[in-house]
């Protein structure tokens, strides 16, 4: 099983997310949510689980972000949430998923 990777933000913007993302709920800013959600869209994570309390709260506003108006049909990201599950498992989830290669990346906003 590939190693995750511990991503604290703020971070550089010359590094590339996975294409498997883990977020960590609850998050410290909200306001930082829709950047995020954003630069996953435009580099190409294919899956974001959000664990923890609250995570499935976090996954709507997540949702809502992506579907934005509704206009763009490519605007795709699928989004899971483990508001009980243990981390390890939902990183087990994460890299079982098939989103070709590359390991997970968990996030703290």
């Given at each position: 099983m590939p190693i995750a990777v511990i991503l604290l933000l703020?971070?550089?913007?010359?590094?590339?997310?996975?294409?498997?993302?883990v977020l960590?709920?609850?998050?410290?800013?909200t306001a930082d949510l829709a950047g995020f959600v954003e630069r996953c869209?435009?580099?190409?994570?294919f899956l974001l689980a959000i664990v923890g309390p609250g995570a499935d709260k976090l996954e709507d506003e997540?949702?809502?972000?992506?579907?934005?108006?509704?206009?763009?049909?490519n605007r795709f990201l699928c989004t899971t949430s483990h508001p009980n599950e243990p981390?390890?498992?939902?990183?087990?989830?994460a890299n079982a998923f098939d989103a070709g290669h590359g390991g997970v990346e968990q996030v703290f906003l």
């Open positions: 703020p971070y550089t913007l010359a590094m590339v997310l996975a294409r498997k993302v960590h709920s609850p998050i410290s800013d869209l435009s580099e190409g994570v997540v949702d809502w972000i992506i579907v934005g108006d509704g206009n763009d049909p981390l390890e498992e939902v990183i087990g989830m």
